[in-house]
């Protein structure tokens, strides 16, 4: 079974730029997460899909960072403009549900450094 | 709000010597606690669970029990390997099912 795939897997842009993040989760898989790691930190969630409908998206900075999931499969991270302090890891993850006897699949992430 | 604390690393180990990465948390109500994995140039895996007060989860040779008088999920293994060498993240899941991390622990065992 394919897991979660992530693209592109580096990215470096300066500051203002725009610059946007792929994610196919894995088939089936209902929900869907994208997550913000800064460096020495744990993963921070930024918002939740259920199929292609928001859950949670409470920690999501909406001036810049916006998030779509079409057709309840791929999804979509956009960050507009860039700040320096976004520079950090974007992970996505995906279950078959919500709840504890879901586990989260994570994907291997976009390293993203914003100059 | 809901928040878990991690030792920091890094922790070096000599192959076959007994692990311990402590892990508190701070949550209203009854959250669910986690230790993930994350090896190098991989993504995070779940490495055990516990739902409840007095459950243990294990898997891997790797056990933790959910202590709710001391609020800890304390991450063990008897005798560590060189491939165990990864990043280990502590994590709860509160009423909203939503996955709070701690800062993670380096782990680096020598041989």
């Known amino acids: 079974e394919a897991g979660v795939a992530q693209s592109p897997r580096y990215k470096i842009i300066e500051k203002r730029q725009s610059v946007a993040f792929w994610c196919n989760p894995i088939s089936g898989h209902a929900t869907l997460y994208w997550y913000q790691q800064i460096l020495g930190q744990g993963p921070k969630l930024l918002i939740q899909f259920q199929n292609n409908g928001v859950v949670d998206d409470s920690q999501l900075p909406k001036d810049r960072f916006s998030a779509e999931r079409l057709k309840g499969v791929d999804s979509t991270l956009k960050i507009q403009p860039a700040k320096l302090e976004d520079s950090a890891v974007y992970l996505c993850a995906s279950s078959l549900g919500v709840g504890v006897s879901y586990e989260q699949y994570f994907g291997p992430g976009t390293r993203l450094t914003v100059t | 709000g809901n928040s878990v604390t991690q030792m920091e690393g890094p922790v070096t180990l000599s192959e076959e010597a007994f692990l311990t990465i402590n892990c508190t948390y701070t949550?209203?109500?009854?959250?669910?606690l986690f230790w993930y994995v994350q090896y190098p140039g991989e993504g995070l895996q779940l490495l055990l669970k516990a739902t409840k007060a007095d459950d243990k989860g294990s898997n891997k040779g790797f056990e933790a029990t959910y202590r709710k008088e001391t609020t800890s999920f304390h991450l063990e293994k008897g005798s560590v390997q060189v491939s165990d060498s990864a990043v280990y993240f502590c994590?709860?899941?509160?009423?909203?099912?939503?996955?709070?991390f701690g800062s993670g622990t380096r782990l680096l065992v020598r041989p």
């Open positions: 994590a709860l899941s509160d009423s909203s099912y939503k996955l709070i």
């Open positions: 949550a209203t109500g009854y959250p669910s």
